[in-house]
């Protein structure tokens, strides 16, 4: 009987091993930075803008203005009760990582362009905007996107914007 089974057991294990992987592997290469820029260095930052995200399921401000090759530090802060994350991504990318989420809510992200935070933590996403158009954010815990827990950047052709100007496009 013990002969059967460890058999069995090892394609079990080697079966679901293997799913764990294949789903790591899917979500970890799921963004196409490109689209929405690169990691950012925090000594290049042109400037700072908080994000506060709280239970009403709505990101404080919900749209940000950018410029091509800026550099942003986003200092999040979840000033809620309920876990959300800031995931920087472009709406078809956030859309299909939503869905992972629903079916692994517990999944832990390390990427640079996301962070997630327990109530009342806060963190920072260091950004370069490389492409002008538009790059979203949302929150992807299971029903937290649904509920309009999202936003945009909008980032305009052009040179990054300077410190003088960082003061005039801060809201």
């Known amino acids: ?45 042109t400037r700072t803008v908080n994000v506060n995200m709280t239970d009403n399921m709505r990101f404080t401000p919900s749209n940000i203005v950018a410029k091509q090759g800026e550099t942003i530090r986003f ?13 920087l991504g472009t709406e078809k ?17 390390s990427d640079p362009n996301m962070i997630t935070l327990a109530g009342g933590a806060s ?14 954010f949302a929150c992807l815990q ?7 827990m999202k936003g945009k950047v909008s980032v305009a052709k052009g040179k990054s914007v300077t410190h003088a100007d960082a003061h005039e496009h801060q809201h």
């Open 75 to 87: 200092v999040i802060k979840n000033s809620g009760g309920l876990k959300h994350e800031f995931v």
């Open 123 to 136: 963190g920072e996403v260091v950004w370069q905007f490389t492409r002008a158009g538009k790059v979203d």
């Open 1 to 45: 009987m013990k002969t059967r089974i460890l058999p069995l057991v090892v394609a079990l294990s080697l079966a679901l091993a293997s799913q764990v992987s294949l789903a790591h592997d899917e979500h970890a290469h799921e963004h196409d930075s490109d689209a929405i820029g690169k990691p950012g260095v925090a000594t290049a930052a």
């Open 93 to 109: 990318e956030l859309k299909a990582h939503y869905e992972v989420m629903k079916k692994n809510p517990e999944m832990e992200h």
């Open 142 to 148: 299971p029903g937290h996107y649904d509920a309009g």
